[in-house]
């Protein structure tokens, strides 16, 4: 298994060491902090996760019904996590909001030959990140700036990234929609060379399609809400195939079915070359907390992604 995640770990960030390449590294800056987020497989752009909307959707922040203190675990594969705090200040129209999100990956064997390892190191990343985001009735916007760090074997770079975005309500919420630019920003060299941010343009909606009561019970409303994100990545690096290029444009799609306001059901339907083309998830709604539970299954063998979150409502 350790060398399974090592080789994935050099799939993923292809700016290991001296790998000489155009494709981004940074891997966490693409994925949702919290599980809300991930069990609709990231098509949030138009959809409020409390602190954690500072990666997909600064403006979002706003949208928030409370101020909120907001933590996300995600566990994948032996010794990996990926970690999110955050806490987000409703003022009025204004918000402001703070998070930490952590990535790392212990156990990675270093090999120069066959045989017996040299050791072991480990693969890290770090955002500590603040945000604004004002409303200005029909439109909100927000910016969000990122101290990043990232360590790997005995190499270590830092660097700086904003996160800018435009959101707007619609039907008396019904509809959402929402854009944003993530990512823009710059690394230190890391040993050879800087790691390139996976920077993104973000556009989508989300929604409310339908509400409905089961027969014979009035008391227990059935919400039905879909929502979609394209994602454009605006970093562009040539593939195996001359005269083509990877990082296509895709689809982020996803489906809730909010039970009562008590019980959420999601589930997430990502286009295009990913390993994650699915997804999953479960939450419970109260006045003061919410408790959410994502699982990611990966279809390159390199197991499933659980993540639970909590959030706090104040």
Not at 164 to 187: E, R, V
């Amino acid at each position: 298994m350790r060398f399974l995640i090592a080789l994935n770990i050099l799939i993923l960030v292809p700016q290991l060491l001296n790998a000489q390449d155009s494709r981004p590294g940074f891997p966490m800056l693409e994925n949702a902090p919290t599980p809300s987020g991930l069990a609709i497989n990231e098509a949030s752009v138009s959809i409020p996760h409390g602190s954690g909307s500072i990666f997909i959707n600064p403006a979002l922040l706003v949208f928030s019904n409370s101020s909120t203190l907001d933590f996300g675990y995600s566990s994948w594969m032996e010794e990996s996590n990926f970690i999110f705090g955050g806490a987000n200040f409703i003022n009025g129209k204004r918000v402001f909001s703070i998070g930490i999100y952590n990535s790392k990956i212990d156990g990675i064997e270093q090999r120069n030959n066959p045989g017996e390892p040299n050791g072991e190191f480990s693969v890290s990343y770090l955002s500590l990140s603040g945000a604004f985001a004002y409303d200005f009735e029909f439109l909100s916007l927000g910016v969000a700036a990122q101290y990043l760090n990232e360590e790997n074997f005995q190499y270590q770079a830092s660097g700086y990234a904003f996160n800018f975005g435009a959101s707007s309500q619609f039907f008396d919420t019904k509809l959402k929609t929402g854009i944003s630019i993530l990512n823009i920003g710059k690394l230190d060299n890391l040993n050879s060379q800087a790691t390139k941010l996976p920077e993104l343009l973000r556009a989508g909606f989300s929604l409310d399609i339908i509400e409905f009561a089961p027969p014979k019970n009035n008391d227990l409303p059935v919400l039905v809400s879909i929502s979609s994100d394209l994602v454009n990545p605006l970093n562009k690096y040539e593939s195996s195939q001359i005269g083509e290029t990877d990082n296509d444009p895709y689809f982020n799609l996803g489906l809730r079915l909010n039970v009562a306001e008590v019980i959420e059901l999601s589930g997430g339907y990502k286009t295009g070359d990913t390993a994650k083309p699915i997804s999953f998830g479960v939450g419970v709604r109260t006045e003061q907390f919410n408790v959410d539970y994502a699982l990611v299954p990966y279809e390159t063998g390199f197991g499933t992604l659980h993540s639970i979150g909590l959030q706090y409502k104040f």
